[in-house]
């Protein structure tokens, strides 16, 4: 190739010889992967992500703005945010001995992990169908995923998920809790069987606990296989991207190791700081998507024909009459509405005719319901 990429023939050539040179040194999988789809959402009522309807009150968002305004950009964020993790530890309660590591999201925290572990040949394990990124970023690393079926009515598998174990002897096991997407909390038992009898680190996911309200962390002291992973995400700042992994010092040092340098910046470090002070605001805002969510599981099982799935999390799960078909005429229906969920339907043969919507403000829940009614007239 010349410096301007071309092979001497214009555009065209200059095209092809990229895509040479992507053939040519590009790792394979890589490039059969597809990019994570993000639907473009502009104008829609948004309920195919799980976010917090809400923004902050305007007050609180001219005063962390002011905040904000006092950041040092032109250095870089600070090594070790030892005071900011000393305040989130008090904050959530950790336990005494046990230590935080912070990340660009727990979507990165994920990555770490499996990324310490992925040894050749080494497995990764989940009940299945669960958060797609287990999946995506242990192949990634070249680790064998081990899916193990939910069972029908989404609880765990427990002979099943024992089984898998002894037979792959899984690094790392993922539970979310609650799961995406199916959105129930494992049973308490089967975790504990699962936490006694795993070779490696579990990994409890608790993205969804604002809506849950049930966690692990109290059992890490009990559990030195257990990791509870959280995020700001869910509680009304997925804009932020600032995720925390919680357990025993010795873990977290060696997937630290792996933790790009200044992963998280100065701003959503100094935001997460001052927002700990407000962390009422979010609870309100949890408490009123709770509501909505009770509201919104009664009025989608008054609608003939759905079935509605049980929530401890911000969506819930129902299935449409007609499989693939039904889902993906409801989804387009919605669309034309203007109302974006989530067509679960091709990712697992359990989740067929299912769409999972995130329970939005009461405004956008009623759009969604009446176009729901619409669509089975
Ligand atoms: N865990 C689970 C179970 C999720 O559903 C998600 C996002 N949908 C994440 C982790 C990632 O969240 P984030 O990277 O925004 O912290």
């Known amino acids: ?151 029908d009515d989404f609880g765990l598998d427990l002979p099943a998920m024992l089984a898998a174990m002894r037979e792959h002897r899984p690094a790392l096991v993922f539970l979310s809790y609650p799961n995406n997407p199916t959105g129930n909390c494992f049973d308490d038992e089967a975790v504990r069987a699962i936490l006694e009898h795993a070779p490696g680190l579990v990994v409890l996911d608790e993205a969804y606990l604002p809506f849950a309200g049930r966690s692990w962390i109290g059992e890490l002291p009990r559990y030195p296989n257990l990791l509870v992973l959280r995020t700001f995400s869910k509680l009304g700042l997925a804009g932020l991207r600032l995720g925390y992994l919680c357990g025993a010092p010795e873990w977290l040092g060696e997937f630290d190791k792996l933790r790009p340098p200044f992963n998280v910046d100065s701003l959503t470090l100094a935001a997460a700081d001052f927002l700990l002070d407000h962390l009422d605001v979010f609870d309100a805002q949890a408490a009123t998507i709770r509501a909505e969510r009770a509201r919104m ?46 067509n679960m339907t091709a990712f697992h043969p359990m989740l067929r005719g299912c769409l999972r919507v995130t329970v939005g403000t009461a405004e956008e829940n009623a759009a969604f319901l009446d176009a729901m009614k619409q669509s089975v007239e």
């Open 1 to 151: 190739m010349t410096r301007s990429g071309g092979v001497g023939g214009g555009p065209g050539a200059n095209r092809d010889a990229i895509r040479d040179a992507i053939r040519n040194s590009f790792r394979e999988d890589v490039r059969a992967l597809h990019a994570y789809a993000v639907a473009p959402a502009e104008g829609l009522v948004k309920l195919d992500l799980m976010e917090n309807p809400y923004v902050l009150p305007p007050d609180l968002a001219r005063a962390l703005g002011e905040r904000l305004g006092q950041v040092a950009l032109n250095r870089y964020p600070p090594g070790e945010p030892a005071s900011f993790k000393q305040r989130l530890a008090e904050r959530i309660g950790l336990p005494a001995g046990q230590s935080l590591l912070l990340g660009n999201g727990s979507d990165e925290i994920i990555h770490l992990m499996i990324h310490a572990c992925a040894r050749p040949g080494a497995t990764v394990l989940s009940p299945w169908p669960s958060f797609s990124m287990y999946r995506m970023t242990a192949e990634l690393d070249r680790c064998r995923f081990v899916g193990v079926d939910l069972r």
């Open 297 to 342: 599981i009664t009025a989608l099982r008054a609608i003939d024909g759905l079935q509605v799935f049980d929530s401890a999390a911000n969506f819930v799960l129902l299935r449409v009459p007609d499989g693939d078909r039904g889902a993906g005429d409801r989804f387009a229906h919605l669309l034309r509405q203007g109302i974006l969920v989530k």
